[in-house]
């Protein structure tokens, strides 16, 4: 099992977003940065307008698990920030449609082994 750590810091979430790459999905927008390192740093971020606090963190806790599942099957190195697309409404927030959202987007990056 991979150990996969958290990006906290608000200059680590500055750097991927103006110097990563863009990748969008249906219900996520993911930056991508490689880190020459051999372990994947992620970091998750909802927006305050999106909805009030226990549902952003049922959001985040829904693509952390997902990216949990995943991480068996990803290429190492690289810096992935998450962001929740604030058009999106929270209802549409399911296990499934994340889960499909992070493999398109993983398989448009060329990270999924």
């Known amino acids: 099992m991979k150990k996969t750590l958290k990006l906290k810091k608000n200059y ?3 750097k991927i977003l103006t ?4 990748y969008g999905g249906y219900y996520l927008d993911v930056f991508v940065i490689k880190n020459h390192s051999n372990i994947n740093k992620i970091g998750i971020a909802v927006g305050v307008k999106v909805a009030k606090a226990v549902k952003r963190n ?7 698990e997902n ?4 991480e068996e099957k990803l290429d190492t190195g690289y810096q992935i920030i ?3 697309k604030k058009k999106r409404d929270i ?6 449609n994340i889960r499909k959202d992070m493999l398109q ?3 448009k990056i060329g990270i999924l082994l």
């Open 12 to 14: 680590e979430f500055k």
């Open 19 to 22: 110097k990563g790459k863009y």
């Open 58 to 64: 049922r959001i985040k806790r829904l693509i952390s």
């Open 67 to 70: 990216y949990r599942l995943l």
């Open 82 to 84: 998450f962001l929740w």
């Open 91 to 96: 209802c549409e927030a399911t296990f499934n």
């Open 105 to 107: 987007i993983f398989e």
